[in-house]
């Protein structure tokens, strides 16, 4: 997989050349601009692990959260530029469905195909579940706020989001302390088998840091031709900015965390694999979304908040639903993994079909 993905980086200049060439070709610079995000965030990805890996766990962590959802962030950055609000939020939730469907419905079919049964620290799942729980809420109550509060609501809609943003960026730094230092030795996974041999092959840590700051050069210069042609391709396309931010834009920035995941659940490592799924929701959740609002009081015109709409609510409160139960005893098999690809495409093909 590494191999096919490193060969599709040659999008990147042909994508450079048809946006320079052809920058009325919307709909052609938009789907290249979308592929050319999934090498350039397996990249980043890669990068990112083994410098990670030679920082020791706590550096390696700040790293994760800087770096492993550059795509997404970045993606949101320029299209709070462009004044596209709602496409940032669609692809909020739509990452974190694409986390917790997607890869992880893929990811366990992948792993389901070679083993019966598949383990994992039910524990350390739970708790990720859980936090993301918890995350779920404090994402609906501004909703909440805005159909209870009336006229009132949009007058202080930013300032409530802003608050929001600042407590979940230190709830997410107090659960990096949680997991990385007070109850590390419960939530960590045994080694796997092959870990060692795996890391022989580790990139050196000037080739990682070179590598890591070349694609994330490149993917803010690809998420920038991607936010500048969404808007037009999506109306020739005839698609809502919704279902591009929450399918498309989804897929596109969390190519990284995707490619991870299944990778690892074809190795036997489903701890590993469950919570790249998780935890990048629970990043997305408290780190991205609330970064965006803080970014967007000094890059937009107006400020953005974290009212969703009440199709993208249920979406959450579902998906989050399900992934707890699927977490919640420690094991899992194929067809869990097909529920899972079933809900997401259903959630798919009603964002499609909604006005």
Excluded at 43 to 57: H, Y
Excluded at 64 to 73: I, S
Excluded at 104 to 124: H, M, Q, W, Y
Excluded at 289 to 310: D, Q, R
Aim: hydrophobic share 55%; glycine share 8%; charged share 10%.
């Amino acid at each position: 997989m590494s191999k096919v993905l490193y060969w599709l980086l040659l999008l990147v200049p042909a994508t450079l050349a048809v946006h320079m060439g052809m920058p009325s070709a919307h709909i052609l610079v938009f789907a290249l601009s979308a592929v050319s995000m999934i090498p350039l965030a397996h990249l980043l990805s890669e990068a990112t692990e083994n410098l990670s890996a030679r920082a020791g766990p706590t550096l390696g962590a700040l790293l994760g959260v800087t770096f492993g959802n550059a795509g997404e962030l970045l993606i949101g950055y320029f299209a709070l530029r462009e004044g596209l609000q709602e496409v940032v939020k669609a692809s909020i939730t739509g990452s974190i469905l694409v986390n917790l469907l997607l890869t992880l419905g893929i990811s366990i079919v992948a792993a389901g195909s070679r083993r019966k049964t598949l383990k994992f620290n039910a524990l350390g799942a739970r708790t990720q579940a859980t936090t993301l729980a918890l995350a779920a809420v404090s994402l609906a109550l501004p909703a909440v706020y805005h159909w209870l509060a009336g006229n009132v609501a949009t007058r202080r809609e930013a300032d409530l989001s802003f608050e929001f943003a600042v407590v979940l960026i230190a709830t997410y730094a107090l659960s990096l302390f949680f997991s990385l230092r007070t109850h590390r030795q419960l939530l960590t996974a045994p080694e796997h088998p092959g870990a060692k041999d795996e890391e022989h092959g580790a990139w050196t840590a000037k080739r990682s840091l070179i590598l890591l700051l070349a694609s994330a050069v490149l993917v803010g210069w690809m998420s920038e031709v991607l936010v500048g042609s969404v808007e037009a391709a999506s109306r020739s396309l005839g698609l809502t900015e919704l279902f591009v931010g929450l399918v498309i834009v989804a897929i596109a920035g969390n190519a990284a965390e995707s490619t991870s995941a299944i990778r690892a659940a074809v190795k036997g490592q489903m701890d590993l694999c469950v919570g790249i799924g998780i935890g990048s929701s629970i990043q997305i959740a408290l780190f991205v979304a609330p970064g965006l609002v803080l970014i967007s009081h000094f890059v937009a015109e107006k400020p953005m908040n974290l009212v969703f709409t009440p199709a993208e609510l249920v979406a959450l409160v579902l998906t989050i639903g399900i992934t707890g139960q699927i977490a919640g005893d420690g094991d899992s098999n194929w067809f869990e993994g097909v529920q899972l690809l079933a809900v997401y495409s259903m959630m798919a093909v009603m964002f499609y079909f909604l006005p």
